[in-house]
């Protein structure tokens, strides 16, 4: 079936968060690829300490912290160096499977959103710079919640701004414990394993897996046959 409402998580689903370390490899040196993960999983453990502890900062700065974390254990970079990846994760790629699947969405008749950790500026910043934007009817911020995932407030929000029961939700993310959370809200989840990791939580599955979104378009055509 086609669903009402398809919802993207923004970070390692539509945007690609090692881009920024990317572009300025060549600037921070052999230890650029650890400093992409160890940035990463600080950011999102930054996330859960602080949802947890009710002391919400915003996803911006979170990952300010996160990078000089992950400066100070790895490679003591410059502050203007900081800045320009700062500036950089504003304006992550998109991964190439992105808008021919929300094409192909909309083809079909359904409506899209974000659903994403990211403050509603940093989102707005990143769609418009991967051209984007036009394609998403609702980008929904935590911010809007003062939460991050994978707390249930976070995901009410969709039904909230979008008028729809979880019945009508198609959510898709890379992130294994985003799709865990969702799926323990009620929503039908496709797991999009990007960088093909073992499942986790296997009491809250997914209802499909895919390397790419590739899986979402496959799911519209078997629809409609």
Known sequence: MVYPLYVFDAYGTVLDVHGAVARYSA?????????????????????????????YQDFYALTR???????????????????????????????DDVLPTLRALKAAGARTAI??????S?????????????????????????QFKTSPAVYQLVLDECQVTTKDVSFQSSNRWDVAGAQAFGFRCLWINRTHQPDEYR???????????????????????
């Open 27 to 55: 600037d921070i040196g052999p230890q650029a690829q650890a400093l992409s993960t160890l940035w990463r999983t600080k950011q999102l453990e930054y996330t859960w300490v602080r949802t947890l502890a009710q002391r």
């Open 65 to 95: 912290q996160a990078l000089d974390f992950a400066c100070a254990q790895l490679v003591p970079l410059p502050e203007d160096l900081r800045l320009k990846l700062m500036r950089a994760y504003e304006e992550l790629p998109a991964y």
């Open 115 to 120: 659903l994403s950790n990211g403050t509603s």
């Open 122 to 146: 940093m989102l707005a910043t990143a769609l418009h710079a991967s051209g984007l934007a036009p394609w998403f009817d609702k980008v929904l911020s935590v911010d809007q919640c003062a």
């Open 203 to 225: 009491d809250l599955s997914p209802d499909g897996e895919g390397h790419d979104l590739n899986i979402v378009v496959s799911d519209l055509s078997a629809s409609k046959k």
